[in-house]
C-alpha cells in the first residue's frame, strides 16, 4: 500500500506540472522551473535505483530530494545563485538517466523473456527426453513380446 501511495504522489505531482504548463506565470518562474529541473533527476534516479533494485535507503533518498526540491527549493536563494546556472546540464542529465532507464529496462526484460524462452526449450527437452525413454522402454516389451511370440508358434 506503500509503494502505491507514493506512485500517486507522483503522478499528482506530473499532473499538477502539466496544467500549470498552461499557464505563463507559472511557466516564466526560473526558480520554479529550476527546482522542477531538480526535482525531474532526482525522481529519475529514484527510477534508476528501483529499477536496478538497489538499497532503499537510495529510493527514499531521491523521493525526499524530490519533494525538498519541489516544496522548498524555489525558496532558497543561495542555492539558485550557486547552481541555478546549471539548469540546462540538470536537464540533460536527467533527459540522459530517463534513456538509460529506457534502456536498462528494455535489457531486463529481453534477459527475462530469453531466460523464459530458455526454460521453456528445457522443460520441452525433459519431456522429450521422457517421451523417448518410455518409446524405448514399449519397443523393448514389443521385441520381448514378438519373441515370446515367435518362441511359441516354433
Given at each position: 500500500m506503500r509503494e502505491q501511495i507514493s506512485q500517486m504522489f507522483v503522478i499528482f505531482i506530473a499532473v499538477s506540472f502539466i496544467i500549470g504548463s498552461f499557464f505563463g506565470d507559472f511557466v516564466s518562474n526560473d526558480r520554479l522551473l529550476f527546482s522542477m529541473t531538480l526535482?525531474?533527476?532526482?525522481?529519475?534516479?529514484?527510477?534508476?535505483?528501483?529499477?536496478l533494485k538497489?538499497?532503499?535507503?537510495?529510493?527514499?533518498?531521491?523521493?525526499?530530494?524530490?519533494?525538498?526540491?519541489?516544496?522548498?527549493i524555489p525558496y532558497l536563494d543561495f542555492i539558485y545563485k550557486v547552481i541555478g546556472s546549471q539548469n540546462n546540464r540538470l536537464t540533460i542529465i536527467g533527459l540522459s538517466v530517463v534513456i538509460l532507464i529506457i534502456g536498462i529496462r528494455q535489457l531486463l526484460e529481453e534477459k527475462a523473456d530469453l531466460n523464459q524462452v530458455n526454460n521453456y526449450i528445457d522443460k520441452l527437452d525433459s519431456i522429450?527426453?521422457?517421451?523417448?525413454?518410455?518409446?524405448?522402454?514399449?519397443?523393448?516389451?514389443?521385441?520381448?513380446?514378438?519373441?515370446?511370440?515367435?518362441?511359441?508358434?516354433?
Open positions: 526535482a525531474a533527476l532526482s525522481f529519475s534516479f529514484l527510477d534508476l535505483f528501483k529499477t538497489l538499497n532503499i535507503f537510495f529510493n527514499y533518498f531521491f523521493l525526499f530530494c524530490s519533494v525538498f526540491s519541489i516544496v522548498v522429450n527426453n521422457e517421451l523417448q525413454t518410455k518409446m524405448a522402454e514399449q519397443t523393448q516389451i514389443i521385441k520381448e513380446l514378438n519373441e515370446r511370440l515367435n518362441n511359441r508358434s516354433s
